[in-house]
């Protein structure tokens, strides 16, 4: 008898939990909502962010801000959503530098992609690009590997920070070319982009979002794009793959939300995005960065929760096949 009122009381309570919830989610979302993104402004996540968030706001009738919070390659970011409460007002524009490369690359990476999070949707992709200054004396990727091979770590190649997928894919250029480069990691994209344009180092893996006005205005050169195929807003700039075949490396995007987020909250945050994501307009700025919005990673909860898993195994494989080192 005592088993079976302890076994109502836990029904009643659960009951009274999930009544709570729904209504909680009834009149969601009734004050803006935080959308954080774990690198400075005008990056790729940040343009990502920004794109979908104006949009989503028109849809749900509520503000969307997005709120830049930088450090250990988006790991302090994701690491105060976690902390959040889990009601939908603060959510994360993630990508596979957060979710699947760095809790890898930091010993002290206190998240766990998998359970803390509450996947809401894929957002689309960037293909990444190899971009030079253009007094660089190679004009192709084959000429950079023949000028690497010649002189083992002098070419000096930046990126948006350690951990990032620009660095994670240039580790693989590397050691599928059997060069050495040497890395100088920045605080952003934006702040390399800014050197590189300036002659202040010769060479970077940057984001094509990131990168495209000064690609336009011809003060970087694009030697190779990272996607399987020639990206659609630069046609006349080659992939890696023309020369290292079967090579490919991009930067996706992702909403989450900390875990335990209700699941009415987290569809209507989905159907939100992916409304916003349908419209014209939105495909048309996408288009212009050099984004793609439909991928591999879905458009329910469900998909990119398997597509997160499925790229935590494949970068930590990349990881450890360059033998990149994990760092404090």
Same mark, same amino acid.
Request: include cysteine; charged fraction near 15%.
């Given at each position: 008898?005592?088993?079976?009122?302890?076994?109502?009381?836990?029904?009643?309570?659960?009951?009274?939990?999930?009544?709570?919830?729904?209504?909680?989610?009834?009149?969601?979302?009734?004050?803006?909502?935080?959308?954080?993104?774990?690198?400075?402004?005008?990056?790729?996540?940040?343009?990502?962010?920004?794109?979908?968030?104006?949009?989503?706001?028109? @849809?749900? =009738? *509520?503000?969307?801000?997005?709120?830049?919070?930088?450090? +250990?390659? &988006?790991?302090?970011? #994701?690491?105060?959503?976690?902390?959040?409460?889990?009601?939908?007002?603060?959510?994360?524009?993630?990508?596979?530098?957060?979710?699947?490369?760095?809790?890898?690359?930091?010993?002290?990476?206190?998240?766990?992609?998998?359970?803390?999070?509450?996947?809401?949707?894929?957002?689309?992709?960037?293909?990444?690009?190899?971009?030079?200054?253009?007094?660089?004396?190679?004009?192709?990727?084959?000429?950079?590997?023949?000028?690497?091979?010649?002189?083992?770590?002098?070419?000096?190649?930046?990126?948006?920070?350690?951990?990032?997928?620009?660095?994670?894919?240039?580790?693989?250029?590397?050691?599928?070319?059997?060069?050495?480069?040497?890395?100088?990691?920045?605080?952003?994209?934006?702040?390399?982009?800014?050197?590189? @344009?300036? =002659? *202040?180092?010769?060479?970077?893996?940057?984001?094509?979002? +990131?990168? &495209?006005?000064?690609? #336009?205005?011809?003060?970087?050169?694009?030697?190779?794009?990272?996607?399987?195929?020639?990206?659609?807003?630069?046609?006349?700039?080659?992939?890696?793959?023309?020369?290292?075949?079967?090579?490919?490396?991009?930067?996706?995007?992702?909403?989450?939300?900390?875990?335990?987020?209700?699941?009415?909250?987290?569809?209507?945050?989905?159907?939100?995005?992916?409304?916003?994501?349908?419209?014209?307009?939105?495909?048309?700025?996408?288009?212009?960065?050099?984004?793609?919005?439909?991928?591999?990673?879905?458009?329910?909860?469900?998909?990119?929760?398997?597509?997160?898993?499925?790229?935590?195994?494949?970068?930590?494989?990349?990881?450890?096949?360059?033998?990149?080192?994990?760092?404090?």
């Amino acid at each position: 008898m005592k088993a079976l009122r302890v076994l109502f009381a836990g029904a009643l309570i659960f009951a009274a939990a999930q009544n709570f919830a729904r209504a909680q989610s009834s009149d969601f979302p009734n004050h803006p909502i935080k959308l954080v993104v774990g690198f400075g402004a005008g990056g790729s996540t940040d343009v990502a962010a920004r794109l979908i968030a104006q949009r989503m706001s028109e @849809v749900l =009738g *509520q503000s969307i801000l997005v709120e830049n919070r930088t450090g +250990a390659s &988006g790991l302090l970011a #994701a690491e105060d959503v976690i902390k959040s409460p889990p009601d939908g007002y603060t959510l994360m524009m993630a990508s596979q530098t957060v979710l699947a490369v760095a809790p890898k690359l930091y010993r002290k990476a206190t998240i766990d992609p998998v359970k803390d999070f509450a996947p809401i949707v894929y957002c689309g992709a960037s293909p990444l690009v190899l971009v030079v200054h253009p007094s660089f004396p190679a004009h192709t990727t084959a000429e950079m590997i023949a000028m690497a091979k010649a002189q083992p770590g002098k070419i000096i190649f930046g990126t948006g920070g350690v951990g990032t997928t620009p660095h994670i894919a240039s580790e693989m250029f590397q050691f599928d070319a059997g060069i050495k480069m040497s890395h100088v990691p920045y605080r952003g994209e934006a702040g390399a982009i800014n050197d590189l @344009v300036a =002659g *202040q180092i010769p060479a970077m893996f940057a984001n094509l979002s +990131a990168v &495209g006005g000064q690609l #336009a205005g011809g003060t970087v050169r694009g030697l190779a794009v990272t996607s399987p195929q020639r990206a659609p807003s630069a046609p006349d700039i080659p992939t890696v793959a023309e020369t290292l075949p079967g090579f490919a490396a991009d930067t996706w995007f992702g909403i989450v939300a900390p875990a335990g987020t209700p699941r009415p909250v987290i569809d209507k945050l989905n159907a939100a995005a992916r409304k916003a994501l349908a419209d014209p307009d939105t495909k048309k700025r996408y288009a212009e960065v050099g984004m793609t919005i439909s991928g591999p990673g879905g458009s329910t909860p469900e998909e990119l929760d398997t597509y997160i898993k499925a790229e935590i195994a494949k970068w930590a494989k990349v990881i450890d096949d360059a033998r990149i080192q994990p760092m404090d």
